[in-house]
């Protein structure tokens, strides 16, 4: 008698349930990847500034002219962004330097996926719409082996520390955009626009360098400009 009141479900009942998960899943992730790749870019951030901070330092330390590398195109880490410390020398024309080599101990840092160095400008640095070039008109370090170990050399652009810590001139601040995104050849793809202005970037981050301290800090987020 026992078994005659157990309640089964039918096989509809698990039908309609399994189709409310699968509705509740295709909802929820959206939702779960934004919340991931949201934080990429700020976690990406504090990478970056944590690179400009160290190569600051080693410049101070090793009195010699230190340039953090943007590997905004990802050459050297499978088409993820990443950044790498190295010394440099002026060619004689400003934001123009010549690699010499790797500062000691320096590699290839990832800021992760999801994240794109959009742009990096002196002054101020605009959001570039999607399925448009990077904007970079930083400075230049031309002689940079790619990859490692290579005959071949590229250049990149950098960020330049004197021995004093501060920009190397022109003396002008600099900002940077990091943005959710992936690159695509030369153009910035966003994977989250603003509904309010869908070909700029819902997410985003600039770093701003004072050149005159060498101060680094985070200067806006997200303002979907």
């Given at each position: ?67 953090l ?11 993820t ?98 943005a ?12 989250n626009?603003d ?9 985003s ?20 400009e």
């Amino acid at each position: 008698m026992k078994d005659m009141n157990k309640k089964h479900f039918t096989l509809i009942e698990l039908l309609v349930v399994m189709a409310l998960g699968i509705m509740l899943i295709a909802i929820g992730l959206p939702a779960f990847n934004q919340m991931i790749t949201g934080g990429t870019v700020t976690n990406s951030a504090s990478t970056l500034k944590g690179g400009l901070e160290q190569a600051q330092s080693q410049a101070v330390t090793q009195r010699r002219q230190v340039a953090l590398l943007l590997d905004y195109k990802g050459l050297n880490n499978g088409g993820t962004p990443a950044i790498r410390t190295c010394y440099v020398k002026p060619t004689g024309n400003d934001k123009s330097f010549t690699f010499t080599n790797y500062t000691p101990g320096s590699k290839w840092v990832s800021l992760g996926k999801g994240a794109v160095i959009a742009g990096a400008q002196f002054n101020s640095v605009a959001k570039p719409s999607t399925n448009s070039p990077a904007k970079l008109d930083i400075y230049q370090i031309d002689g940079v082996p790619t990859p490692e170990g290579s005959t071949t050399k590229v250049t990149y652009y950098g960020i330049v520390f004197n021995t004093y810590g501060v920009l190397a001139p022109p003396a002008e601040v600099i900002e940077i955009l990091l943005a959710e995104g992936i690159m695509s050849g030369e153009n910035v793809v966003y994977s989250n626009l603003d509904p309010d202005n869908p070909s700029k970037p819902a997410n985003s981050i600039t770093l701003e360098i004072n050149p005159f301290t060498g101060k680094i800090k985070i200067k806006l987020v997200g303002d979907g400009e």
